[in-house]
């Protein structure tokens, strides 16, 4: 498996709250993504990045943002949380920007 | 813009049965194929894909899946499964040079003894 770590795996917070999410990878990988999945949408697409300081939306991006500093760290950031964005989310890191691996995720109860 | 339809939502099957597993996807060139499971409460593990050459790919835990380019398909399938199969199947498609995989919204197989 895939060196990729989420922290944390639950978290339970309040409307209007910021949170943060990390992803460590132990990979090198140059590409990392954030995924949230819902029932009955699978999996989309929130922010990905190709590099250190290198980052762009994917599909369901507004009210999310992200950072990275460092290879290994990927973070994706709630400004002030809502409850439609109850969710799993589940980083994944790509070498080759097709094939992609995932994280454990993280269980956000946003209440 | 591409798109991926996995039309069983549930499938139950006999543990020693076959099973397949269908998924049929939308995409103007050649596209890049995936089928991942993914166990109650874990991510998502890459089972095998598809870049181009042999249309039959093998991946791992037995499985195995077949590209028709006439039928916009990528069914996977497994001669035997056992109890562990259990779990949530997801095909996804991509593109070479494009960030988006696109992921259907998964069939879920039970097995039952």
Redesign the interface.
């Known amino acids: 498996d895939a060196g990729i770590t989420q922290s944390p795996r639950h978290k339970v917070t309040e409307t209007g709250t910021p949170v943060t999410l990390r992803c460590h990878q132990t990979e090198n990988h140059r590409y990392m993504y954030w995924y949230r999945q819902d029932p009955g949408h699978g999996l989309r697409l929130i922010h990905y990045s190709y590099g250190v300081k290198d980052t762009d939306k994917g599909e369901v991006s507004d009210g999310y943002s992200v950072s990275r500093s460092k290879t290994e760290d990927f973070l994706l950031t709630l400004e002030s949380a809502t409850s439609s964005q109850t969710s799993v989310y589940f980083c994944a890191i790509s070498d080759d920007r097709v094939t992609q691996y995932f994280g454990p995720g993280t269980r956000l109860l946003v209440l | 813009a591409q798109s ?1 339809t996995q039309p069983d939502i549930h499938i139950t099957v006999s543990e020693g049965a076959s099973l397949e597993l269908r998924c049929n996807y939308s995409y103007g060139a050649t596209p ?1 194929l ?1 089928w ?1 499971v993914q166990s109650p ?6 089972l095998l ?1 598809y ?1 181009s050459g042999d249309t039959l790919v093998q991946g791992i835990k037995g499985f195995e899946a077949e590209f028709k380019r006439s039928q916009s398909s990528f069914n996977l399938r497994k001669p035997s499964v056992h109890w562990s199969d259990a779990a949530e199947y ?1 095909c996804a498609v ?4 494009n ?3 696109t ?4 069939t879920r197989l039970t097995i039952i003894p």
């Open positions: 991926v890049y995936f991942y409460g874990q991510g998502l593990q890459l894909k870049f997801f991509g593109s070479g040079g960030e988006k995989l992921f259907g919204t998964g």
